[in-house]
C-alpha cells in the first residue's frame, strides 16, 4: 500500500507535466492561427467603423448608389426610397407597379445601368401578381424585371422587361438579383418558387439565372435558345434561392450566393448553360429533417466553391475593389441573415481559402454594396438602416 | 314529451357541436402546417425548437402558451426588439409575413397543437385575429 502511494506521488509530477504540456500545444496551435489575424499589416474589424448612413427604413431590400451621392433605396412592402445626405426623404418615389407582398416577396434589388449618366437607366426586380393571360396559378405570383428612369420623385419611361413564367401561388423564393456584365448583358437570379423539381425543368424560369440584353430582349447565343421546349433566356439552372449575386470586377465572372435546405446554403461560380444541382445534389437535408438526395456530388453536376453548414442564410455581397481596403481587395464581403453577421472570404482564384466573421450582431443584413467612395455599405432589414464601413482614421 | 325529446337530443346536438369544432380544429392545425412549411420553418425549425440565440422556440415555448395573443401580434405584424422566451432573452427581428388572418389563424392552431404544445382543443379563429390591431 505504501509503495502505492510512493508509485503515485512520483507519477503526479509526470501526470500534471502532461496535462501542461499538451495544454500549451493546444495553446500553441490556437496561437499560430491568432498571430496571424494579429500580424501587423492584417485589417481586421478593429480598424474599421460602422457610421449609420439612412434610417427609418421599413424592411429595406437593396441599394443603389446616384451620381449626386443620394442612395435609392427598395423597400420590401413596395415602396422606393431617396436617401439624402443621410436623410431619408419622406416623400415616395412614385411609379412602382403592384407587388406581391407576403412571405419573401415583395420590392426586391434595385441596380443601376453600368452607364447610367449617360442613359438614365434604374433597373429594378420586384415579386409581380399573375396579369390576365400570364401562364401559371390564379392568385400566384414571379419575379420581374423593370427599368425606368428617375425625374425628381418620379419613375418615368417604364418598361417591364422580363417576368419569371410560370406565376406560383407560394410566398417563398423569388431569387431576384440584377448583375450588369458591362458587355451589354444583364443577368437576373430567380428562386425556384418552392417547386424544387422544377429547378431541373428547362421550360420554366424556376430556379434559374437568365441572361437578357439591356432591353429585355433574348441573346441569340443563351446556351437553351436551340433547345427545343427550353425557355431562352435561361443562363444556368438548378439553383433553389439566390438572393446574392455580383460580378468579379477583373475576371467578369459571375458569382451567386443561395439559400439552401438546412446546412446547404452555396456559394458558386455561374457559368454558361452549367446545371448547379438542386434538388438532385445538396448538402443540406429539408428542413423537416427529411433526405432531399443522398448525393452532394454527381457528374454532369456543378459543385459549390463552398458551401455553409449551419446555414447563414447569405442575403447580398460585394467583391472588393477599394483602395481603402487593400488587403481584402478580390474578397468577397457575404451578409447573413439569419446570424446577423458579414463573412469576409478570401478568394484565391476560383476558391475560397478563408472565412472571417465580421461585426456579428450588426443586423439582419439584406444587401451588401461598395459604394463610389470605396466604402462598404450594408442595408439592415432588422434596423431599417444603411450603415457604411470605413477605415478608421 | 317535448321535454324528453330535448333531453335526448340536447346533448346529441352538444356532442356533435363539439365534434365539429374538433374537426374545425384538425382541419385548421393540418392547413397550418403548410403555412408553417412556408413561411416559419427556417428560423423555427422542423420542430419547433428555433435557433439557439438566434430564434426563439416555439416548442413548449412559454410566450406561446401564456400569451397567445402576443404570439398572434407577431405574426400578423413582426416583431422586433428584446423578448423573453423560457427565460432566454433575444434580440432580433421577425418580419410580418403578409399572410391573411385566416392563415394566421391557420399557424396559430398548428403551432399551438404541435411538438408537445396543446391548446386543449382551443381554436384560434379568423375573427380572433382580426381583433389584434396594430400598436402604433
Known amino acids: 500500500m505504501k509503495n502505492n502511494i510512493t508509485l503515485l506521488n512520483k507519477s503526479l509530477p509526470v501526470v ?95 441596380a443601376l445601368h453600368p452607364d447610367y449618366k449617360t442613359n ?21 405570383a414571379n419575379t420581374a424585371l423593370m427599368r425606368a428612369k428617375l425625374k425628381d420623385h418620379a419613375l418615368t ?41 422544377n429547378s431541373q425543368n428547362l421550360s420554366k424560369d424556376q430556379g434559374k439565372v437568365v441572361r437578357l440584353h439591356e432591353d429585355g430582349k433574348i441573346p441569340t447565343d443563351n446556351p437553351f435558345v436551340k433547345t427545343e421546349g427550353a425557355r431562352p433566356e435561361i443562363w444556368s439552372y438548378g439553383h433553389r434561392n439566390p438572393q446574392g449575386m455580383t460580378i468579379h470586377p477583373t475576371t467578369g465572372v459571375i458569382w451567386e450566393h443561395e439559400h439552401g435546405p438546412q446546412g446547404g446554403d452555396e456559394l458558386n461560380i455561374v457559368e454558361k448553360g452549367k446545371n448547379y444541382g438542386w434538388p438532385l445534389i445538396t448538402y443540406g437535408i429539408d428542413y423537416d429533417n427529411s433526405i432531399i438526395s ?85 442595408v439592415l432589414e432588422s434596423s431599417g438602416k444603411i450603415v457604411k464601413i470605413s477605415p478608421k482614421s | 314529451m317535448k321535454k324528453l325529446l330535448f333531453l335526448i337530443l340536447g346533448p346529441v346536438f352538444y356532442s356533435a357541436t363539439l365534434a365539429d369544432q374538433d374537426d374545425a380544429l384538425a382541419k385548421s392545425i393540418e392547413r397550418g402546417k403548410l403555412v408553417y412549411s412556408e413561411n416559419c420553418i427556417t428560423c423555427h425549425m422542423g420542430t419547433g425548437e428555433g435557433v439557439p440565440a438566434s430564434f426563439p422556440p416555439l416548442a413548449k415555448s412559454d410566450y406561446l402558451i ?49 411538438w408537445g404544445n396543446s391548446s386543449d382543443k382551443k381554436i384560434v379563429t379568423e375573427k380572433m385575429v382580426e381583433a389584434v390591431e396594430e400598436k402604433k
Open chain 1, 157 to 197: 419611361d417604364i418598361q417591364q422587361i422580363f417576368k419569371a413564367i410560370p406565376n406560383v401561388k407560394a410566398n417563398v423564393h423569388f431569387g431576384g438579383r440584377i448583375v450588369f456584365d458591362k458587355k451589354g448583358y444583364v443577368f437576373l437570379s430567380l428562386g425556384e418558387r418552392g417547386q424544387k423539381e
Open chain 1, 120 to 140: 438614365g437607366w434604374i433597373y429594378i426586380s420586384y415579386s409581380s401578381p399573375k396579369k390576365e393571360g400570364e401562364e401559371g396559378d390564379d392568385g400566384g
Open chain 1, 294 to 378: 443522398k448525393d452532394t456530388a454527381r457528374a454532369g453536376l456543378e459543385q459549390p466553391v463552398i458551401f455553409w453548414r449551419p446555414s447563414i442564410a447569405p442575403c447580398g455581397m460585394t467583391f472588393v475593389t477599394s483602395p481603402k481596403f487593400k488587403e481584402w481587395n478580390g474578397d468577397l464581403i457575404v451578409g447573413s441573415l439569419k446570424f446577423m453577421q458579414l463573412q469576409h472570404l478570401t478568394v484565391k482564384g476560383n476558391k475560397v481559402t478563408g472565412k472571417e466573421i465580421l461585426f456579428q450582431g450588426i443586423g439582419r443584413v439584406r444587401d451588401v454594396r461598395q459604394g463610389p467612395d470605396g466604402n462598404i455599405y450594408v
Open chain 1, 16 to 110: 500534471l507535466c502532461g496535462i501542461l504540456l499538451s495544454a500549451s500545444l493546444a495553446l500553441m496551435s490556437n496561437s499560430g492561427i491568432t498571430e496571424d489575424k494579429n500580424s501587423p499589416k492584417k485589417l481586421t474589424e478593429a480598424n474599421l467603423k460602422v457610421d449609420t448612413v439612412a434610417s427609418g427604413l421599413k424592411m429595406p431590400w437593396a441599394t443603389g448608389f446616384l451620381p449626386n451621392g443620394d442612395l435609392l433605396v427598395t423597400e420590401r412592402g413596395g415602396k422606393l426610397r431617396l436617401v439624402k445626405n443621410g436623410v431619408l426623404d419622406p416623400q415616395e418615389i412614385s411609379g412602382i407597379p403592384e407587388v406581391y407582398y407576403k412571405g419573401q416577396g415583395g420590392l426586391l434589388d434595385v
Open chain 2, 66 to 114: 401564456k400569451t397567445p395573443e402576443k404570439a398572434i401580434y407577431a405574426v400578423k405584424f413582426g416583431l422586433i426588439g428584446k423578448i423573453k422566451v423560457n427565460g432566454i432573452d433575444y434580440d432580433n427581428m421577425m418580419p410580418a409575413p403578409g399572410l391573411d388572418n385566416n392563415e394566421i389563424a391557420d399557424v396559430m392552431n398548428y403551432i399551438q397543437n404541435s
